[in-house]
């Protein structure tokens, strides 16, 4: 989660030109009986509805009509979290990650902690978060967002699930708390925001990054140049939808569908095809967090 949902772009507003994902036998575009739309995903958004006024189906078959076959739901809070995991019991391709965002980590009670360890051992749920520290906003103290992260790190480990990682302008107190607890080993730094200096460091211990829409803003050369320097098999995408729709898009609501984009300023960045972009992409999210890789949509 990360600003202030903008209006959802019409089902198609997403969709990109068939041209440019062409490569590795498949394409992203118009159905054809000789091509096959590429597997992409988007490892975190908000389906839930305190964060979303569009009905999850249409949102989820709009997201599979753009070729996005997998998506994990994210939780903030108990009751989101919960939300979450009936959501992705409920639709295909669609997984939960539970946890108390850092703006609510003044909630983070040990009951709260305890009923959302045992939620985290559904099966829908394949990441535990999102956690980690927002300098920013501090709608929680900082002492209280620290406590909060180092227990939902010693709950990933201890399931073996994925960790997600919320980071703003928290750059070295994170790292000194992953360090110091021994992160999980499959640790992913969500909505990345730190520059490249921060990447040589997650590189360094083999945790994942993953960026959203603002990776194609117009002003985040920052954050280009920072995504440009990602190891291929440490990268991933995602949306944050309904927040950061991605350019040409700011303004409206984002939503999974949306994922394309980012995977097309990741390809351009990286000097791959979109196709391969998005195989990359998914293989390191099914690596990340384990569920089964699905088919190609076609």
Request: hydrophobic content about 40%; overall charge negative; charged content about 20%.
């Amino acid at each position: 989660m990360s600003a202030a949902p903008a209006t959802p772009p019409a089902g198609g507003a997403h969709s990109s030109d068939a041209a440019g994902w062409r490569g590795h036998g498949r394409v992203c575009g118009a159905p054809s009986s000789q091509a096959r739309r590429p597997v992409l995903t988007d490892t975190h958004c908000h389906l839930t509805r305190a964060e979303s006024d569009e009905p999850v189906e249409d949102v989820v078959a709009r997201a599979h009509a753009q070729g996005v076959t997998s998506m994990i739901t994210v939780g903030v809070d108990l009751a989101s979290s919960v939300e979450a995991v009936q959501i992705a019991s409920a639709h295909a391709g669609v997984h939960a990650a539970v946890g108390i965002h850092p703006h609510n980590a003044i909630e983070a009670s040990d009951g709260v902690l305890e009923r959302l360890a045992r939620l985290a051992t559904a099966p829908e749920a394949v990441a535990i978060g999102e956690t980690g520290l927002d300098y920013f906003h501090d709608h929680s103290p900082r002492m209280r967002q620290e406590e909060s992260l180092r227990a939902h790190l010693r709950l990933a480990k201890e399931l073996d699930h994925a960790v997600i990682l919320h980071n703003r302008q928290a750059h070295d107190d994170l790292v000194r708390v992953l360090l110091d607890e021994t992160a999980p080993p499959r640790t992913v730094l969500h909505c990345f925001s730190g520059g490249v200096d921060l990447v040589q460091v997650c590189a360094e211990h083999g945790w994942f990054m993953s960026f959203a829409g603002n990776v194609t803003f117009p002003n985040a050369d920052q954050l280009r140049d920072a995504a440009a320097q990602v190891p291929l098999e440490l990268l991933l995408a995602e949306t944050d939808s309904p927040y950061l729709s991605p350019h040409p898009h700011r303004g409206k609501p984002n939503e999974p569908a949306g994922v394309r984009l980012v995977v097309e300023q990741l390809a351009r960045l990286h000097g791959v095809e979109p196709a391969e972009m998005a195989r990359i992409t998914s293989d390191n999210a099914q690596r990340a967090f384990g569920w089964p890789q699905p088919a190609a949509w076609g």
